[in-house]
C-alpha cells in the first residue's frame, strides 16, 4: 500500500498553518485501470470522472512526498480529461494546489490544463511553469497560481491539451487557512483501504488519520469517535474499542490521530464499514473504511491465477515465489517460472493425507522447446525436496495431474514444488493450480485403507467393480488404468467431475448407478450398457442418450435407416432422422425400432450400448408448442416429479407419458396407444398393459409431454436420484391415498386407471396430478370429469366416505369384461372400495374379487361409479336384461350370465318356429349347437336363478 504522507510546514509555498483540505495518491492497485474502475484514496465522499485512465507504471518519483505506485495517464489525444468534483472548500481561505507532474517530451507550460470551477459550468484557468525542453521528461511538484474559490462543491479538472505529449500527474493536494468563524473538523483522508488479513489470523493491521478541528463548541468537551461493525478505533494504538471520546480544550484540536483496524475472528470475505467523528457543533466527518480476509492456506486448495489479486493472496498466504518467478496480467494471467526457478506451497500437514493429487495448466513462454517442469515434495519444511513427478511443457495450455504419495509419511511440515529443471533460456507459464487429497485405488486396496470420501479424490489405478468392492462416494474420480465397473443395482456419486484416461475403461451395466452434483465437465469416454423390456421384431422403444456423441446408427447398427424417429410437435406426428448423420441430442429422446434380426415372438430385451463423454450437469433442452419427444440426459434415474416441478412454468398438464412396447405392431399400424402415464399423483400402466411408471425416468429413458411455449425444459443434476431398478421407463412427502383399478376381457389386459386422495388436489382438473387418457383405439376405463376421460384424477382431502367418482368405459367388441382392484395404499388398507353398476343396480366389493359383466360394445359414461360405502344389496336385486348378453361368436350363438346360472334357454326363428330347446343348463355360459347361421333375426328366450329375458339377435 502507498505510505501517504502530508507535510504542513516544510512546503514553502503552503505557508505556516494551513490545513491539509484534500490529498489524493490515486491508489495502489496494479495494472491499467479507468477512472471508474480504479478506486481512489477519496472514493468515499468525491466524484471522479474523465476519459483518462490510471496506471502503475512509470511512478512517481524525485520529489518530496511522491507517492509513488499508481499515477494518472493521459494520452496525446487532446481533450481527454480527469476531474474531481465534491471538495468541501467553504471554510477555508487562501487555497493553494500542489501536484506530481510528468511530460513525455519537450512539452511547453500548461499543454495540461488545470481548471478549478465553484459550479461546474464556468471553469477558472491556472497557470503553471516547469521546465521544458530536452532533458526535461520527469516527474516535478508544480503548484499553479490563480483563483481557487471557497465553495461547497468544488471541482478541479485536468485536461489534455498537446497532441504530441503524454502527461501523468499524482500526489494532487490542496491546502488552505481555516475561517475562524464556524466550528470545523477536519479528516487527513475520507477513505482507507487494505485492512487485510489470513483467516485465523486477526486483527488486521492499524492504520490511522488526523482530525483537526476549530471554532468549536463548547470550548471544552469530547469528540465521539465511532466505528461500525466489524472494525474498532483507537487513540493510542493499543486500546481498541468500537467507539471511543477524544477530549479538546479551547475549541481546538491539532492532528490528533485515530488508529483504526478490523477485529479479529471473522469468516473470510470483503468488508466496508466508517469511522464517524462527531462532536463540537461541526459537520461530522466520516472516513470510509475496506478489507478483505483471504482463506488461509488449506487443501483443497486452488487459485487460477487469473488476476494479480490471486497471486498476491497466494503470496500472504505463505507461497514462496523464488526471485525469477512474476506473476504475468496478459493472456488470461499466470505465473511465469524460469530455469531452476520455483514456486512453493505453504507448510503442509501431510500425516494428515494418504496422497496429494496436484493439477495445474502449463505451457512454453518463448517458443522453448524440451523443458520439462518437475513437481517434488519436502518432509523437512522445504530443506531437502524429492521428485514427485516430471512434465514437459508443452507449446499450448494443457492440463497435467501429479500424485504425491505422503502414505507413509508422519511429517507436519512438509511442502510442494514446481519447478523448471530443463529447457534453456525459455519459461514455462502455470495457472488453475488445485492441490486435493486423494486415496488410490491399486486393484486391491485403498492407500487409506478406508475409501474416499466427498472431501477425498479418488483415484484409480487397477480395476474395480462395485459389485464386489462396493459403492462408494468421491469428491472426484480420476480413473487412470485398469477396468471400472458400476454394476447392475449398485452405484457411485460424486460431488464433482469423472476423467477418465485412455489407458483405462469405464462402465455403468444395466440398473447400474453413475450420479454427479455439481455442474462441471467431466472427460473422457464410458460405456453404458441399458436394457430395453423385452420386445420382438418391429416393437420401438423411446430412447435417450446418457453420454454425448453417440450416433444413433451406431446404437442400433441393424435397424433400417428409417425406422428412426423424433417427434414433430408442430405438425403432431413422428419424423424420421437420418441416423447416419445424426447423434443423439441429450434430453431429447429417439423412437427406434429393434433390431430387424429381432425374433417376431420370442420377447428379448435389447441391449442398448452408449459410449462417450458422460453427460452431467445443466442442460436446457428446446421445445415447440404441442406433444415434445424428450428423455433422461444422465447416466442416473431422474426424479419425475421433480422434473414436473422444475418445469411447471411450461408443461401443459404436467403428465409424463411412456412408450411401453407392450403392444405388436401390424405394418406401420399400432393397434393400440403405447402409453404409460405419470403424475405427481403416480403412474397407471399404457391401455396395452405393461408396466405402472413408478415415478424414476430410467438411464435411456424418452417419454412424451405437452409443452405450453416455444421455449426449453430444464434438466438438472438436482433431479438425478441415486436408485436402480429393471423398470425401464419414491418416496414421496405428499399426503396421498391411492387405488388402482385396472380392465380386461377374456384373453386380454387392457389399460389401469388411478383415483388419488392427495394434498392440493380438488374435484376440478389439476396440474400434475389428474391425466387425461392417452389413446386411440380398444377398450378402456377412466375416470369421468368435465364430460372427459382421465386415467389419473386427484380428489382432495380429507378423504369422505360418501364420495361417488364417476367411470368412463369402452367396449371395442361385445362380449364379457372384467373390472379389477389393482393395489391400493394409505387409508384404502382399510376402506372398503366398491363399483356401482347402475345398469344392474349392483354395488361389487372390488377388495372381495374382481366385477365380471356382460356388455354390447360402445363408450358407457354413466353405467359405472367407483364408491365406498354399500347402500343396495345384491341378494334382492332382480333379473336386469342387460345382465344376459346374447352374441354371434364367429358363427357360433353365445349366452352369457355371468352373474348368475342359466337354468333353460330356446330359441325361435322370426316366424316363431323353435329351432333349439334345452332345459337342463345350470352353467353362466352357453354355446348354443348344431344351429347353422341364418343371416336373420333369432329370438332367444333365457330362463335363470333370477328371473328370464328374452333378446333378439342376428345369425
Known amino acids: 500500500?502507498?505510505?501517504?504522507?502530508?507535510?504542513?510546514?516544510?512546503?514553502?509555498?503552503?505557508?505556516?498553518?494551513?490545513?491539509?483540505?484534500?490529498?489524493?495518491?490515486?491508489?495502489?492497485?496494479?495494472g491499467t485501470l479507468t477512472i471508474a474502475g480504479n478506486t481512489f484514496d477519496n472514493s468515499a465522499t468525491l466524484t471522479f470522472t474523465g476519459d483518462a485512465d490510471t496506471r502503475s507504471s512509470t511512478v512517481s518519483t524525485g520529489y518530496i512526498g511522491a507517492s509513488g505506485l499508481r499515477n494518472v495517464f493521459f494520452t496525446n489525444t487532446v481533450g481527454r480529461y480527469f476531474e474531481i468534483s465534491g471538495i468541501d472548500t467553504s471554510n477555508y481561505t487562501n487555497l493553494v494546489l500542489s501536484l506530481g507532474h510528468y511530460k513525455s517530451t519537450t512539452a511547453g507550460n500548461n499543454e495540461l490544463l488545470v481548471e478549478v470551477s465553484a459550479d461546474g459550468i464556468t471553469y477558472t484557468n491556472l497557470s503553471y511553469s516547469r521546465s521544458t525542453g530536452t532533458g526535461t521528461a520527469n516527474w516535478v511538484l508544480i503548484s499553479p497560481t490563480g483563483s481557487i474559490p471557497s465553495t461547497a462543491n468544488l471541482r478541479i479538472r485536468f485536461t489534455q491539451n498537446s497532441a504530441t505529449t503524454q502527461f501523468r500527474i499524482d500526489d494532487i493536494k490542496l491546502v488552505g487557512d481555516l475561517s475562524t468563524s464556524s466550528p470545523v473538523l477536519l479528516s487527513s483522508t475520507t477513505n482507507l483501504t487494505g485492512f487485510n488479513y489470513i483467516g485465523g489470523s486477526g486483527p488486521s493491521a492499524s492504520q490511522s488519520f488526523t482530525i483537526d478541528g476549530s471554532n468549536l463548541t463548547p470550548a471544552s468537551a469530547n469528540l465521539s469517535i465511532t466505528a461500525t461493525t466489524n472494525f474498532e478505533v483507537s487513540l493510542d494504538n493499543l486500546t481498541f474499542s468500537s467507539s471511543i471520546n477524544l477530549p479538546y480544550t479551547a475549541g481546538t484540536i491539532s492532528s490528533q490521530a485515530v488508529y483504526v483496524r478490523l477485529i479479529s475472528g471473522l469468516a473470510s470475505g470483503a468488508y466496508s464499514g466508517t469511522v464517524t467523528v462527531t462532536?463540537?457543533?461541526?459537520?461530522?466527518?466520516?472516513v470510509s473504511l475496506s478489507g478483505n480476509i483471504v482463506e488461509p492456506f488449506i487443501i483443497p486448495y486452488f487459485n487460477a491465477y487469473a488476476l494479480q489479486t490471486d497471486y498476491d493472496t497466494a503470496l500472504s498466504q505463505g507461497f514462496n515465489a523464488s526471485s525469477g518467478v512474476v506473476y504475468v496480467t496478459s493472456a488470461?494471467?499466470?505465473?511465469?517460472?524460469?530455469?531452476?526457478?520455483?514456486?512453493e506451497t505453504p507448510t503442509i500437514d501431510f500425516s494428515q493425507h494418504s496422497n496429494l493429487f496436484v493439477q495445474f495448466s502449463s505451457t512454453t513462454f518463448g517458443g522453448a522447446t524440451g523443458q520439462e517442469l518437475t513437481l517434488s515434495m519436502s518432509e523437512d519444511n522445504g530443506i531437502t525436496y524429492t521428485t514427485?513427478?516430471?512434465?514437459?511443457?508443452?507449446?499450448?495450455?494443457?492440463?497435467?495431474?501429479?500424485?504425491?504419495?505422503?502414505?507413509?509419511s508422519s511429517s507436519t511440515t512438509g511442502k510442494l514444488k514446481l519447478q523448471l529443471t530443463n529447457g534453456g533460456s525459455g519459461s514455462a507459464r502455470v495457472r488453475n493450480l488445485y492441490i486435493e487429497s486423494a486415496t488410490i485405488w491399486d486393484g486391491t486396496s485403498w492407500s487409506n485403507v478406508s475409501g474416499p470420501t466427498t472431501n477425498l479424490f479418488a483415484i484409480i489405478e487397477g480395476n474395480y467393480n462395485t459389485g464386489t468392492n462396493g459403492n462408494f462416494i468421491a469428491k472426484q474420480v480420476e480413473s487412470n488404468n485398469g477396468n471400472f465397473v458400476i454394476d447392475a443395482a449398485t452405484n457411485i456419486e460424486i460431488v464433482n467431475a469423472l476423467n477418465i484416461n485412455n489407458s483405462s475403461t469405464f462402465t455403468v451395466e444395466s440398473d447400474g448407478t453413475l450420479i454427479q452434483q455439481n455442474d462441471i465437465n467431466n472427460s473422457g469416454n464410458i460405456t453404458v450398457n441399458r436394457n430395453s423390456a423385452p420386445m420382438i421384431r418391429l416393437d420401438y422403444t423411446a430412447w435417450s442418450s446418457p453420454v454425448s456423441g453417440q450416433n444413433l446408427l451406431a446404437f442400433s447398427p441393424n435397424t433400417y435407416t428409417n425406422r428412426f424417429y423424433t417427434y414433430d410437435a408442430t405438425g403432431n406426428s413422428w419424423t424420421a432422422v437420418d441416423p447416419v448423420t445424426n447423434n443423439f441430442s441429450s434430453g431429447q429422446g429417439c423412437l427406434i425400432r429393434v433390431d430387424d434380426t429381432w425374433s417376431p415372438t420370442v420377447y428379448t430385451a435389447y441391449n442398448g450400448v452408449f459410449t462417450g463423454v458422460p453427460n452431467n450437469g445443466n442442460y436446457n433442452v428446446s421445445t415447440a408448442v404441442g406433444y415434445n419427444l424428450l428423455g433422461n440426459p444422465y447416466p442416473s434415474p431422474i426424479n419425475a416429479t421433480t422434473f414436473i416441478n422444475n418445469n411447471s412454468t411450461i408443461l401443459t398438464t404436467g403428465t409424463l407419458y411412456f412408450w411401453t412396447h407392450a403392444v405388436a405392431q401390424n405394418g406401420s399400424y399400432v393397434a393400440q396407444s403405447n402409453y404409460a402415464s405419470y403424475t405427481t399423483a403416480g403412474g397407471v400402466a399404457?391401455?396395452?398393459?405393461?408396466?405402472q411408471p413408478d415415478g424414476i425416468i430410467q438411464v435411456g429413458q424418452g417419454f412424451l409431454t405437452e409443452i405450453n411455449a416455444a421455449s426449453s425444459v430444464q434438466f438438472n443434476n438436482g433431479q438425478r436420484l441415486n436408485a436402480s431398478n429393471g423398470q425401464f421407463f419414491k418416496a414421496s412427502t405428499v399426503e396421498k391415498h391411492r387405488l388402482w383399478l385396472s380392465l380386461s376381457d377374456t384373453s386380454n389386459n387392457f389399460n389401469q386407471m388411478m383415483i388419488a386422495y392427495m394434498s392440493n388436489a380438488t374435484n376440478d382438473v389439476d396440474f400434475a396430478i389428474d391425466a387425461k387418457l392417452f389413446t386411440n383405439s380398444a377398450s378402456t376405463i377412466s375416470s369421468f370429469l368435465n364430460n372427459e376421460r382421465y386415467v389419473i384424477q386427484g380428489r382432495p382431502l380429507s378423504f369422505d366416505s360418501s364420495d361417488e367418482v364417476p367411470l368412463s368405459f369402452t367396449a371395442s367388441e361385445d362380449g364379457t369384461y372384467a373390472i379389477a382392484l389393482d393395489n391400493f395404499d394409505g387409508l384404502f388398507s382399510s376402506q372398503d372400495i366398491y363399483l356401482w353398476d347402475k345398469t344392474l343396480n349392483i354395488i361389487h366389493d372390488l377388495k372381495v374379487n374382481s366385477y365380471t359383466f356382460l356388455t354390447l360394445s360402445g363408450t358407457y359414461n354413466s353405467r359405472f361409479s367407483v364408491v365406498y360405502t354399500s347402500t343396495l344389496s345384491n341378494d334382492t336385486a332382480i333379473l336386469n336384461s342387460n345382465e344376459v348378453l346374447v352374441y354371434n361368436n364367429n358363427g357360433q350363438l353365445k349366452i352369457e350370465a355371468p352373474t348368475q346360472s342359466i337354468s333353460a334357454y330356446?330359441?325361435?326363428?322370426?316366424?316363431?318356429?323353435?329351432?333349439?330347446?334345452?332345459?337342463?343348463?345350470?352353467?353362466?355360459?352357453?354355446?348354443?349347437?348344431?344351429?347353422?347361421?341364418?343371416?336373420?333375426?333369432?329370438?332367444?328366450?333365457?330362463?335363470?336363478?333370477?328371473?328370464?329375458?328374452?333378446?333378439k339377435v342376428l345369425f
Open 332 to 343: 488470461g494471467g499466470y505465473i511465469r517460472i524460469p530455469l531452476n526457478e520455483y514456486y
Open 388 to 408: 514427485v513427478g516430471t512434465i514437459v511443457v508443452p507449446a499450448s495450455y494443457q492440463n497435467f495431474k501429479l500424485v504425491a504419495d505422503v502414505s507413509l
Open 906 to 951: 330356446a330359441v325361435y326363428d322370426i316366424q316363431g318356429r323353435k329351432l333349439v330347446i334345452n332345459e337342463n343348463v345350470n352353467l353362466s355360459t352357453v354355446s348354443v349347437l348344431n344351429l347353422e347361421p341364418m343371416n336373420q333375426f333369432l329370438i332367444v328366450e333365457i330362463q335363470t336363478e333370477k328371473g328370464s329375458v328374452t333378446k
Open 686 to 691: 399404457a391401455t396395452a398393459g405393461g408396466a
Open 1 to 30: 500500500m502507498k505510505r501517504i504522507i502530508f507535510f504542513f510546514v516544510l512546503l514553502s509555498f503552503i505557508g505556516w498553518g494551513q490545513t491539509t483540505i484534500f490529498n489524493e495518491t490515486v491508489g495502489t492497485a496494479s
Open 279 to 286: 462532536g463540537g457543533g461541526a459537520t461530522d466527518v466520516v
